[in-house]
């Protein structure tokens, strides 16, 4: 766990905020799931609630996603049902199914369907059985439970291999504010402006503008990428209860500040969870650039280098190859020279510089095989084009390439 | 192998055009390849040649991309010299040994070192044993053959399993032209406007401006995608002797044409091996794309599909999942619809239609598996967006992704 600033972390997740419960059930939506598998979700303010949500830049919009636009746009929300095991994208009667999800929903919390987002995560072009989670949606609003954060976080995994779940408290204004959230990721990551899936919720006090603008300065999904494709169903949705007691944030300042530190604490988590449970993954791998032209370089460098599939493939074999680290950093998009790159390689066994000024230096492979050889790695990237803390910086989060990706995407569909 | 149009495949690679020379010997660049492995290649005309290149956009770009781009500029040369086993790129003393790779060509063969590119692949970083190089020149020389092709070929290749080497022959005015060309590709294959190494040779009179037209417009190595890491040392070099006696080629039109047809054989045919022989590939993964809404639409399609991890994990296994490639075709740049796509997927074995208006339709998962097991396989995406032989058609070349690739990349340096 990163903690930036001053948050504290607390347990509980999208539950931990006041005034929101979550459940879970297993609605057997696909039928080769194992028989416990968790795979219907429900998340529910116990009062109308300000909403913001991002989503997926694919042309290819799953049915859901077009729904959950529409729910959105007012800005308000209080309800989130979302299943895994079906995509419910580009599939028969997906409209409609969408729909019937939100329906069944809103019905069984006595609230407007507009107040239902709506997500799915699993195959492509299968029609989801609707029938079953309409049948599962009773059971699944009697177990609403303060404490279901955990069993939401299981219900919306694939491929996952462990759940994610965060919670950040930050005091504004002298009141106890919380922000949780879940995610699942693992395949066809590569968040592009929106993201894989994410629910997260607040108890703060904070107009819908405000609780978007944080969203989107705080979307740190956008820094990871697992493999390079850019699903049709990514989500990231934030539901705002307002019950901490805080002065209601409207403006930008000093309580939106401390809003931003709680909330960059739960998305920077979860997205390096989400990198580091990449499929077929043995280890977390951080891209930091530094002293770039721009910032927009910055990001574009950090995300070449943890999208390249020979870095991943090399930082498998725990390999300091940094020909294909300077190799990624010279082909990402933007005006910028490489003949000052300093590369390092760093792990909670040490750092190691392995190249200056664009050209290899010697350096112990042993030394380097042995940083490398950690379940977490950073890869520093310093650009020397502009003065140290200079605004041209950016994170990014990726995974190594493992013959497990491979073995999991031969055959995802049986 | 595709034949387009009227020309005619000929044996003989680069040496088929008459005026040109090819020989390879072991220099033993680098220490644990076998034997028996050829590493250093040289191809010379018999007279001055004009000449055209394109370099890799990485901006690390190799030491020898440096120089050849030099001595490119002036539209002629007359040797090619290249060697495989050390990338000669961010490594000690790089400038330097370029030069003396060009100069001690040129010396042997008595042209200005003015007239040689240099070129060079493998690994990145270390420096480039230049004595190895020097030495060997002299047997190098000595043994220039006007059937050399061969020996050429695999002197290029690092991680291919298999020599890429083709030649056309189409008639100008009544006179048979050649052009010929050798490759290398396997990994770190994604060029973007430059490409790998490629060495195209012709007898054709054309004029420098017009065999640089030619190349640009003919340079299908750019539809080529293996792993989306573009190289800092791709090139691709056609020289063009002028000794099969047509009237010079100066302008567009019929003569301009013909030798398009053959020049574009040669690449294209180049381009598939290439993409065939991807590390660790089982087969070659063609995407057709039609009635897009432009050219640049279409081209941002058909790459997007070939380079998606997902959809070549999904070949592997000759798995129809249709989803994953809707999902290539969705976040593939530019403004379209999705709404009217077809897929369609194709081998010897057949073809078989998935999914219409960007939906799923019912097909047999057996003969969609049959089909997909071939070597050779097609994914055909029809837009919809525009008539029956528009503009917005283009075709790219990919492979599989397989554990194999994974276990080569993971330990390249060694």
Redesign the interface.
């Known amino acids: 766990m990163i903690i930036l600033n001053n948050a504290k972390p607390i347990d509980g997740g999208i539950t931990a905020p006041k005034g929101f419960k979550a459940a879970a059930v297993r609605a057997g939506i696909k039928e080769s799931a194992p028989p416990d598998k968790l795979d219907l979700a429900l998340i529910v303010g116990d009062v109308p609630c300000t909403a913001a949500a991002l989503f997926t ?5 799953a049915a859901p996603i077009i729904l959950s636009k529409q729910h959105a746009a007012n800005g308000t929300a209080r309800a989130i049902i979302v299943n895994s095991g079906n ?1 419910n ?4 009667n ?1 409209t409609a199914n969408a729909l019937k999800m939100a329906e069944s929903a809103a019905n069984a919390l006595g609230i407007d369907t507009q107040d239902v987002i709506v997500a799915s995560t699993g ?4 029609e989801l059985p609707i029938a079953k989670i309409e049948a599962a949606v009773a059971g699944l609003t009697d177990s609403l439970d303060s404490k279901g954060s955990e069993a939401a976080s299981k219900a919306i995994m694939t491929t996952d291999t462990f759940a994610k779940e965060f919670a950040f408290e930050v005091e504004i204004g002298g009141v106890p504010v919380k922000v949780g959230g879940i995610a699942k990721g693992s ?2 990551i ?1 968040p ?1 402006m929106a993201t894989m899936l994410a629910f997260i919720t607040t108890d703060a006090a904070i107009s819908a503008e405000m609780l978007d603008k944080a969203l989107r300065v705080n979307n740190d999904f956008n820094s990871v990428c697992v ?6 169903n990514d989500m990231v949705c934030v539901l705002a209860s307002g019950l901490a007691g805080n002065a209601p944030i409207s403006t930008e300042g000093e309580d939106y500040s401390c809003f931003c530190d709680a909330l960059s604490n739960v998305t920077l988590n979860l997205a390096r969870a989400i990198a580091r449970d990449g499929e077929g993954a043995t280890k977390l791998i951080t891209c930091n650039v530094t002293q770039a032209s721009s910032k927009e370089a910055a990001d574009a460098i950090a995300k070449s280098v943890v ?4 870095v991943k ?2 930082m ?2 725990a ?1 300091a ?4 680290i ?7 998009a933007g005006q ?3 003949d000052n790159v300093q590369l390092t390689v760093a792990s909670k066994k040490g750092m190691l510089t392995v ?1 200056e000024n ?3 230096v010697p350096f112990c492979e042993e030394t380097a095989s042995e940083i490398l050889g950690e379940e977490e790695i950073s890869i520093l990237v310093n650009m020397n084009e502009t003065h140290e803390g200079s605004e041209g910086a950016a994170l990014a989060f990726g995974c190594d ?3 497990e ?9 049986t």
């Open positions: 830049t694919n042309k290819v919009q995509a994208a580009c599939a028969p997906d195959v492509i072009g299968q395949g066809m590569n592009n493999d390079g494709d850019t699903s049709t999208s390249s599939s020979l493939a090399a498998s074999a390999d190859n940094w020909g294909r300077l190799c990624a950093v010279g082909y990402a910028f020279t490489v190249c664009g050209k290899g390439l493992t013959a990706y491979v073995r999991i995407n031969a055959d995802y569909r």
